[in-house]
């Protein structure tokens, strides 16, 4: 296995080498310097407006990636010492623009939008993007592994959008404060792109092959300014809060009423590092979780959504296997600890520093370092946890990068285990991302330390995809030790080999009702080194999957599935269940199937399936999604999954619900309320929530949130609470 290794890697140095930008002649545009400030109105009428440059000629991306688009795109950019504006004329085919809500952040599938692509250090892995709807809604976010955007992340900008019946005008206006740049820089790389829903069209500045994804930063223009930019002189911003919360606990009988202080605070250190600084922060506004039926034997992985954890969070958060069989950092682990029965409990940050970003061109730095408190009555010790990660830019977009992680119990050593008392890893990922995007890999090796057991305790991966116009091959190799651990990370098993081999091959009809379709053959295969490689799962896959002309998409796919339990297992997870018997294997095979309507409906509908064997059994599963807009007011939502699991006697059989009505409403511009009510009884829980929130000045909001949860059976109330929490973001 180490030669393996070894040849791999070579082969990744070999064709990272042997590539450079594949762009030889970009296309490009010049930000004319201004003096003077622009209205934002919507209005491209100011006399500097005519000065400009004017780009577009905007490229297909769909239905085709090979000829202009119909309805084109313009876009003209100023600046002046302090903010950069965009002047941007979208034709249209009618005034009846396709757009969601009026809440910031939106989604680009469900709205006609113009995003903007900013990769300030040309570095082709990392930008900022923001975007804005024919209302003028606004959305920002970082974008990370050359393709990955994260909306969570926040910044004042401005925007203001004219609707007219054949074309619509937004005027942009970014602070040079709000992101990161080389001082000095006189060229970004640069991209525009445009979801036109009401024309089932996607366009783009600088053309995207089609089978690759639309917010690729492989493939982007060159956006010069007429002289050198200055420093970014981001302010020193102050986030405080204040929260007022009242909560009931049913099955306790206990109540209780705190009023919580704390907040953030953001330094700029130099024009590519940002320390941010949180005390006793309160996540109690953020959103709540999608809750899933899980029918699989493993933790399942949900996002971050935590403000604090997001800026360059692919820094920390990306070491590690590429397919989340073992991550060394997951933030949301941070916050959450086991108490003495082993149920997963809230437990209190007292505050933290995140020191990240750009050192320069070719190097990024972050360091983490957060204090968790100590919890008397759940019998949990205040823990420190840190992270340091350090990666060095090679060639057009691949990057080598080291990290060391590091949690270490403190305080009263009653509630500290003593083969828990710490639990460190260190490791090194090399990712490879060729200068088209053609080819893409990763290759890592990591090692975790813990009290008494020191040897051994790898975890490695070497995984490569070729994915030119007409194909997608992945090799994939993974090993994680049987005693590697990553207490701050995500590591669903251990003790593994596991090979995965994937080919597919994609169509392009030029007429009929499929715009593209591929077909997909998948292996993977796992074993137990401790067993003496004993085979204990594979799962081999044939697929079609398809995108419609109209938008709307499709997949067929059956699956042959083999596991060995090693240890009895309750599918079910019901808690009074018979579990099936260990070190027994089990064939069964599967159809799945599912089907999802064009976005841009005002209607709109999913369809999701899967029929045949589970273990020693039957499952039938059926589920959806159906929609309403009253754009852009309103949005009804209802999703229901049903699972059904037969098993033959004496092993339990269960029906699981999943029910999640929804209902999103948005007064302006300023003013959201949304409800989101889950039935789910497999938890034995039905749970309401319900958010109120007032954005009264950018980035500065008032939230009141109501929680309720009940039991499924009997209805009985389980626990409730209802919070008022004001934050304001402050520039000083």
Partial sequence: MKNYFKSVFTILLFIFVGHVWGQDNPKKITAKFIDSEIKLDGVLDEPEWELA??????????????????????????????????????????????????????????????????????????????????????????????????????????????????????????????????????????????????????????????????????????????????????????????????????????????????????????????????????????????????????????PEKRQFFIDNSDLFENFGNTFNEAKPFFSRRIGLARDTAGNLVQNDIIGGVRLSGKLNKDWRLGVLNIQTAEDQENGIASNNNMMLALQRKIGSRSNIGVFWVNRQAMGEKEFIDPSDEYNRVIGADYNLASSDNIWRGRFYLHKSFQPNDNEGNFSSQATLTYNPRRWEITQDLVYVNEDFRADLGFVPRSDIVKWGSGIQHNFYPNTGIFNTHSVRVLTINYWRPSLDYKKTDHRYRFSWETAFRNQATAEVRYTNNYIYLLDPFDPTRTTDGNPLPGEQGYYFDQVEYNYRSNNANLFTYQVEGRVGGFFNGDIFSLGGQVAYRVQPWAQFTLGVNYDKITLPEPYESADFWLVTPRVDVTFSKKLFWSTLVQYSNQRDNLGINSRLQWRFAQLSDLYLVYNDNYFTETFAPRFRSINLKLTYWLNL
């Fill in 53 to 302: 440059e004017n780009a577009g000629d905007f490229m297909q991306f769909f239905p085709t990636d090979s000829k202009l688009a119909d309805y084109q795109t313009a876009f003209k950019i100023l600046y002046t010492e302090t903010t950069l504006y965009i002047g941007i004329r979208a034709e249209a085919d009618n005034g009846n623009y396709v757009v969601s809500s009026l809440k910031r952040d939106f989604g680009a599938r469900t709205n006609d939008n113009i995003t903007l692509l900013f990769d300030t250090f040309s570095d082709g892995t990392t930008a900022y993007f923001f975007g804005v709807t024919p209302y003028g809604v606004r959305r920002e976010g970082l974008v990370s592994d050359g393709a990955d955007f994260n909306n969570t992340w926040d910044v004042k900008w401005k925007a203001e959008a004219k609707r007219f019946d054949d074309h619509f005008v937004i005027e942009m206006a970014i602070p040079f404060t709000s992101i990161k740049y080389v001082e000095g820089s006189t060229k970004w790389r640069f991209r525009g792109f445009r979801w036109n829903n009401q024309s089932n069209e996607q366009s783009t500045w600088v053309r995207v092959p089609q089978q690759q994804r639309l917010s690729s930063l492989a493939y982007m223009g060159e956006l010069h300014f007429e002289k050198p930019l200055g420093r970014s002189r981001t302010p020193f911003t102050l986030i405080p809060y204040v929260n007022a919360l009242t909560d009931h606990d049913f099955e306790t009988d206990e109540s209780t009423t705190k009023f919580k202080v704390g907040g953030d605070a953001k330094v700029a250190i130099g024009n590519g590092m940002n320390l941010d600084i949180t005390l006793n922060p309160d996540f109690s506004n953020v959103e709540v979780d999608d809750i899933f039926t899980n029918l699989t034997r493993f933790e399942l992985r949900l």
